[in-house]
T-cell receptor
Framework: EAGVTQSPTHLIKTRGQQATLRCSPI?????VYWYQQALGLGLQFLLW???????NRGNFPPRFSGRQFPNYSSELNVNALELEDSALYLC??????????????FGPGTRLTVT | AQSVAQPEDQVNVAEGNPLTVKCTYS??????LFWYVQYPNRGLQFLLK??????LVKGSYGFEAEFNKSQTSFHLKKPSALVSDSALYFC???????????FGSGTRLQVQP
């Protein structure tokens, strides 16, 4: 069974540009989560999508946004990039329903560098 | 606000010795608690979870964790450490019914041969 996949592996952008990160969940998983792992700040929850809807977002500005497609894959968009957006962005997915509460499986991440 | 604390940045243990990685939590209600491990150049891997029921939870690779409500702790343990257990370990919590995981700062486990 294929795990969570993310693309690209690395992304280099200039301050002020936009970045788009992509995630494909494990087959059968309907929920997708995004986390930011920044140096010195640890892992922080960004967004949760389920059935195409944004269900919850963490304490991040609106320039962090995303969407979930009908096939449950997801995009994370970061607009007006700032230097402090440089981080590893992790995507996770979960199989919902009875017996599988909140156990999230993570992808390898996209390393975003803003110069 | 929810928080998970891992008081040790690094834990060193000799191969074959028991290991403990400490975690305390401040999560409202009846928390869901997890341990994840991050190996170099690999993604976060799920180790085990506590949802409800037995306070001693067994997980992957021989790891176990004990939920202690009175001490608000969820320490990770293994009876006999392996060099291959060397990695970064995260204690993770979430209030029951919530999906946003709160991660601890991580503890680097170094197992010496």
């Amino acid at each position: 069974e294929a795990g969570v996949t993310q693309s690209p592996t690395h992304l280099i952008k200039t301050r002020g540009q936009q970045a788009t990160l992509r995630c494909s969940p494990i087959s059968g998983h309907t929920s997708v989560y995004w986390y930011q792992q920044a140096l010195g700040l640890g892992l922080q929850f960004l967004l949760w999508y389920d059935e195409g809807e944004e269900r919850n977002r963490g304490n991040f500005p609106p320039r962090f946004s995303g969407r979930q497609f009908p096939n449950y894959s997801s995009e994370l968009n970061v607009n007006a990039l700032e230097l402090e957006d440089s981080a590893l962005y992790l995507c996770a997915s979960s199989l919902d329903g009875q017996g599988h509460p909140y156990e999230q499986y993570f992808g390898p991440g996209t390393r975003l560098t803003v110069t | 606000a929810q928080s998970v604390a891992q008081p040790e940045d690094q834990v060193n243990v000799a191969e074959g010795n028991p290991l403990t990685v400490k975690c305390t939590y401040s999560v409202s209600g009846n928390p869901y608690l997890f341990w994840y491990v991050q190996y170099p150049n690999r993604g976060l891997q799920f180790l085990l979870k506590y949802i409800t029921g037995d306070n001693l939870v067994k997980g992957s690779y021989g790891f176990e964790a004990e939920f202690n409500k009175s001490q608000t702790s969820f320490h990770l343990k293994k009876p006999s450490a392996l060099v291959s257990d060397s990695a970064l370990y995260f204690c993770v919590g979430a209030p029951a019914g919530r999906r946003a995981l709160t991660f601890g700062s991580g503890t680097r486990l170094q197992v010496q041969p």
